[in-house]
């Protein structure tokens, strides 16, 4: 049965339809998405959303919950899926933001579009904080409103042209976003990879690293360090064989350090701490995981000066007109916020929270260990990354939620090499990750009876 928005009726084939309406209807099943017809215009879908495959991944999950709820309303769900921070911003960081929005109900205060690229002041202390010593400029720092939209504006720059690779597993938005420019073939159930995309399976017998000498030469490399949603954190050699690589290649690396700050043992915090990656690498960052701003939005990109396209143009110049013409400067709000982020003060406040997030890890990896389960992760990062092996993930995953009322994430979600895998989030409050602890003992425990 489909729905009009005002009637509803049988859908046959043989049913006489004016062509349009076939058509709509017809497009409709092949999709089997809408429900609903009401007016439709004449404009055609783009293809590259079509080839996407179900939803993105978070709100699918979220889906599930609902569903979850629906069936145990008075469940007490406990959320180790999404990797969302929890705890509260430090006061130094509220109150600054605070004052900069009082001052901008008085006439000294007022301000109104900032720089494109970020204040001066913000890109200089990120400069200082995250790239000392690494000969980052301030003006090689773009601040944003996040890396994940960061992510997207860099497709924007690449355009659909490229071939690309990505670690597998990794996060969604490297690969939903080069669909969406065209850069993805089409999907190919049978493998659940897009064609014209390279997946650099990085699995535990490699240390988490992909083997290079059997990949092709991708234009792009998304990389992810440490990696969600494994955890690991590549090492110096790591890294100095993937620069090397993208430098024989002449590939670029679009290197992702949204969890550098989780980093505990020796392993580089940013790309730019191995020689010659300002030749080949851009890294995105964030605020987010760092500093609880999930939902206040910050991150930033830096683009070296010496990133030059095949032509020898640099690439710094197209990622400024990028920012100016499809961004237009991140909230100065939340950049009050950053700049306190990063006094010392700041500093010293979020480093309890990130101690606090691998706290939580380290519990989650000592109840999951204990009953002799593989698990990754948690030392680097704030996730950890549990093995079912010849389980199906999904499957894992909804069993987890049916028997414990916990949310995860199934690993295949982050492309097939996370198949027999799940995530959990050590972002919860400590509470939380102690009863997810005694539930998931608990369940595997009598899964052993
Ligand atoms: C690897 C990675 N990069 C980027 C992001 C998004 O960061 P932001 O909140 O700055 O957009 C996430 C969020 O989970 C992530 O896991």
């Known amino acids: ?71 145990y309303p008075h469940a007490n769900v406990i959320d180790l899926g999404i990797g969302d921070t929890t705890k509260p911003l430090p006061e130094i960081v509220t109150s600054s933001m605070v004052d900069f929005v009082h001052g901008l109900s008085t006439a000294e205060g007022y301000k109104g579009y900032g720089p494109e690229q970020g204040e001066k002041a913000m890109r200089k202390a990120i400069a200082d904080a995250f790239y000392k010593d690494l000969g980052i400029k301030p003006s090689e720092v773009f601040v ?3 890396a994940q939209c960061d992510i997207s504006r860099l497709q924007l720059l690449m355009g659909p042209n490229l071939k690309i690779a990505v670690q597998d597993p990794s996060f969604p938005a490297y690969i939903d976003s080069s669909v969406i420019i065209g850069q993805a073939g089409k999907f190919v159930d049978r493998a659940g990879k897009y064609e014209n995309i390279e997946y650099l399976t990085c699995r535990p017998q490699t240390d988490f690293f992909p083997d290079l000498q059997t990949t092709s030469r991708p234009q792009l490399i998304f990389f992810c360090s440490p990696n969600n949603p494994t955890g690991h954190a590549a090492t110096r050699k790591q890294l100095e064989q993937l620069v ?3 430098k024989v290649n002449g590939s670029i690396i679009i290197f992702d350090a949204a969890y550098s700050a989780y980093i505990t043992d020796d392993s580089p915090k940013s790309i730019f701490e191995i020689s010659g990656a300002r030749e080949v690498a851009i890294e995105v960052s964030s605020f987010s995981k760092f500093a609880g701003f999930t939902g206040v939005r910050l991150g930033w990109t830096v683009v070296p000066e010496e990133l030059l396209y095949s032509n020898g143009f640099p690439v710094l110049h197209d990622f400024n007109r990028i920012m100016c013409t499809c961004f237009n400067g991140a909230s100065r709000i939340a950049q009050a916020g950053g700049l306190a982020c990063l006094s010392p003060e700041g500093l010293n406040a979020l480093q309890s929270l990130v101690d606090y997030y691998m706290e939580n890890a380290r519990i989650l990896v000592n109840a999951l260990t204990s009953l002799g389960l593989i698990v990754y992760g948690g030392k680097n990062a704030p996730y950890v990354w549990v093995h079912f092996p010849g ?50 003992k608990n369940l595997l425990y009598q899964k052993e009876l």
């Open 244 to 246: 090397n690589f993208a």
């Open 391 to 440: 389980s199906n993930s999904w499957n894992v995953f909804a069993e987890v939620l049916e028997k414990t009322h916990i949310i995860t994430v199934p690993g295949s979600g982050f492309g097939p090499g996370g198949e027999g895998y799940i995530r959990i989030s050590a972002f919860g409050q400590r509470d939380s990750i102690i009863e997810a602890s005694k539930r998931l």
């Open 144 to 146: 944003s409103d996040g």
């Open 1 to 71: 049965m489909y729905y009009t928005s005002n009637c509803s009726f049988n859908f046959s084939p043989n049913t006489l339809l004016p062509k349009m309406l076939m058509n709509r209807i017809s497009c409709t099943l092949k999709n089997d998405i809408v429900r609903s017809i009401g007016h439709c215009t004449e404009v055609p879908r783009n293809v590259n959303m079509e080839k996407l495959q179900h939803g993105y991944l978070f709100p699918e999950i979220e889906r599930r919950e609902l569903l979850h709820l629906k069936k």
